[in-house]
């Protein structure tokens, strides 16, 4: 009997995504494009407090005064494509003090040991308090997470975007330190794999591979994607600077790091790229010269985490994929509609896993199913970096579909929402990467399109 109900349920949502690609997508864009280009300026904050810099929130009033690391970097990208689209030249040089100002308010808690918070309020405290205050409760500042790998990205964005790089020369050995730390501090030596300290702050809030496991334990794709790229814009910002060896030795550490991924994170068996354990116990000789059964070395450094997340795709986005790698990725599982394709884009987990559950949490916000504007984008991205033209197409429609609806039924949109009926679950007003979905449109409607790094 289980096993009818599914296959049923495979069947509606197939026919729930075929019904979906062929809706008018076309008529919500204008619908989408007034709305956005009327409230993108909320998100722009002056500077105040801890805040030395103007700087762009996530919006909503759940994070309508705080600096968040990734938000800010890839709101910044959706900005820029608003401001190619209607700004004009006042706008565009306005807009440029609070996107600059996100990575200079970072880079003001910057320091030698390489520690810069996930985020920023106007209350925060000086960042030698703050350390002090770490030293107490957890014995130092790489036992907790700090900001993600995206600071460099978010700058060589910027920078690529305006070909500008001298604002960022006075503060960018904070910028490398920052970076160092992640492969100092926050690498298992034995796989070159980066790790969280712990689950707080990742971003993708109750991801299983992460959520509740020990600490300094999980080996997160999603995190080892971000940082290569990561690195890979210290390369290109080290270059603009003209500081060549620096960025040779650079591309060294992302060379490193490719292989290390695709060497430990990539499952032949599924077709897949996955987190992995590092939790696993030294070796240790027995007391006795022999023992029965035990003493042998193991030879592998970590294990495998076969958990059916989004953040596998993230393999594709940062262009760490083989060709033939990608190739299983898309076919076995961006088109599973038993696992992730669903009609409003991808699952953050697949419904075959025990842990998906589609009810609204909002600390931590919930990545066990519903589909979040954010993984539509990066996949819609990655999809396009191998060539795969007809699945790209299919997302950002299913994305346009999603956020056209949420506007014209409740004037605004949300954080996250079901994946069969594209209905929201959570926190009307917000912003943030959801705007994202207007890079989509100028790909579907073949206009000028705006990238991240």
Not at 186 to 210: E, R
Not at 374 to 395: C, D, H, I, P, W
Request: with cysteine; charged share 25%; proline share 4%.
């Amino acid at each position: 009997m289980k096993q009818i109900i599914f296959i049923l349920f495979s069947v509606l949502i197939t026919v729930g995504s075929l019904s979906a690609q062929n809706e008018n997508w076309e008529k919500y864009v204008p619908i989408i494009k007034t709305h956005i280009y009327n409230d993108y300026k909320g998100m722009f904050k002056e500077e105040g407090g801890a805040l030395k810099h103007p700087y762009i929130t996530p919006g909503s009033d759940q994070y309508s005064d705080v600096l968040w690391d990734w938000d800010s970097w890839l709101t910044n990208v959706a900005v820029r494509q608003i401001l190619i689209d209607k700004g004009n030249a006042k706008e565009k040089k306005e807009a440029l003090k609070y996107e600059q100002g996100c990575v200079l308010n970072y880079l003001e808690y910057g320091g030698m040991d390489g520690w810069i918070p996930y985020i920023i309020n106007r209350k925060s405290p000086a960042r030698y308090e703050w350390l002090q205050d770490k030293d107490e409760k957890t014995g130092g500042p790489f036992e907790t997470n700090m900001h993600k790998p995206c600071l460099a990205q978010h700058a060589a964005f910027l920078v690529q975007q305006d070909g500008e790089v001298e604002w960022l020369r006075e503060k960018f050995y904070f910028l490398q330190a920052f970076v160092n730390a992640y492969m100092n501090h926050l690498t298992h030596k034995p796989t070159g794999l980066a790790f969280w300290a712990n689950d707080q702050g990742i971003g993708v809030d109750n991801d299983p591979s992460t959520y509740y496991r020990p600490d300094k334990s999980s080996g997160n794709i999603y995190l080892n994607a971000m940082l290569y790229k990561e690195i890979e814009a210290m390369v290109f910002l080290a270059g603009k600077l003209n500081l060549s060896e620096i960025a040779v030795a650079y591309q060294k550490d992302a060379d490193r790091l490719k292989v290390n991924i695709q060497e430990h994170c990539w499952d032949e068996r599924d077709g897949c790229y996955y987190s992995v354990d590092l939790n696993l116990s030294d070796y240790h000789r027995p007391e006795k010269y022999w023992s029965l059964h035990i003493g042998a070395p193991r030879n592998w450094d970590c294990l495998i985490q076969r958990i059916d997340g989004w953040s596998g795709f993230m393999a594709l986005w940062a262009g760490i994929a083989t060709e033939e790698q990608a190739e299983r990725i898309v076919k076995e599982h961006y088109q599973d509609s038993t696992r992730f394709n669903c009609p409003y884009g991808i699952r953050t987990l697949s419904p075959l896993e025990k842990m998906y559950n589609v009810k609204a949490t909002g600390n931590p916000s919930s990545w066990l199913g519903p589909i979040w504007g954010v993984s539509n984008y990066l996949v819609f991205q990655g999809l396009l970096k191998y060539g795969y033209e007809t699945e790209a197409r299919e997302m950002a429609i299913e994305t346009v579909l999603l956020f056209g609806k949420d506007y014209e039924r409740n004037g605004a949109l949300h954080e996250y929402y079901m994946p069969e009926n594209g209905e929201p679950v959570l926190n009307k007003g917000f912003q943030n990467w959801n705007y994202l979905v207007l890079n989509m449109i100028a790909y579907l409607e073949g206009t000028e399109r705006i990238v991240e790094f």
